[in-house]
């Protein structure tokens, strides 16, 4: 499949002395710099094949044509406007966008990028509305949970063990050293994890009764462990549901589901 081609031309225009704004408590002189830029698909290759959804990805970004100019042409305004728009936050990703953003971020490489999208939508982290990812709340409950506590959580710590894994199979790092390294970090962050008192109050948050549709739900009451103190969670195993214990596996006490309540704490609803 052959690549697609561009004509991309930009512009980038400076006034030669600076402009001082008057108007403002604290006068500011700087130079005024305007930058124009234009793009025309002169040949669409691949693009062919691709949906709408694919070719459209940079609607956005501008796509007219910049004019041909040339150095000390005089340009006269036509018009001066002053727009009032609100910031609009950044569209949800799609299939393409997203893997656009991962080969950007140098996450994963084209042979997983299926694998990753995959998984998130297996592990019901996002859904797919309209042909964009939508996050829901089981997924917004584990970033919430471990951003800022595991650093496999960062772009960064990514990027750099997929270099790491490259450099490993190209025979240019010591597997054990490499790994190890991110083995001994990865523990001493779980250690912190499970000490950390505000994961088990955050789980007493969950919602107890999901909608089997959307996820959604209301709180539920929580109900304490009455071995450890814990948080008891209802779970779903191969002979019904049941309630076990948030600290599993340091305690493994469970109680059986009746009509949403733990056996033993019929008398305290």
Not at 33 to 53: C, L
Request: with cysteine; glycine share 6%.
């Amino acid at each position: 499949m052959r690549s697609a081609v561009f004509k991309v031309r930009s512009v980038c225009l400076a006034t030669p002395q600076a402009i001082t704004f008057t108007n403002v408590p604290n006068p500011q002189t700087i130079p005024a710099k305007f930058t124009a830029t234009g793009r025309e698909v002169i040949y669409k290759g691949w693009m062919i094949m691709m949906s709408d959804d694919y070719t459209n990805e940079d609607k956005d970004e501008a796509q007219q044509l910049v004019p041909l100019l040339y150095e000390g042409t005089t340009l006269t305004p036509e018009n001066a406007e002053i727009l009032a728009l609100e910031t609009k936050p950044p569209a949800r990703y799609s299939e393409v966008s997203l893997v656009k953003a991962l080969e950007r971020e140098g996450i994963g490489r084209p042979a997983t990028y299926a694998s990753i999208i995959s998984v998130i939508l297996k592990r019901d982290y996002v859904r797919l509305v309209k042909r964009r990812f939508e996050p829901t709340e089981l997924g917004k409950a584990i970033v919430e949970a471990l951003k800022n506590r595991f650093s496999f959580m960062e772009v960064a710590y990514t990027r750099n063990m997929e270099d790491s894994l490259d450099a490993i199979a190209q025979g240019r790092a010591d597997y054990a050293q490499s790994v190890g390294q991110y083995d001994r970090l990865l523990d001493e962050q779980l250690e912190t994890f499970e000490a950390d008192n505000s994961i088990t109050a955050m789980s007493s948050n969950e919602p107890t009764y999901p909608c089997p549709e959307c996820g959604q739900g209301q709180h539920g009451k929580s109900y304490k462990c009455g071995a450890c103190g814990g948080i008891l969670k209802l779970r779903q195993g191969k002979k019904g549901k049941f309630w076990g214990c948030s600290n599993y596996p340091d305690c493994k006490h469970t109680e059986q589901d009746v009509n949403g309540i733990p056996q033993f704490h019929q008398n305290t609803h």
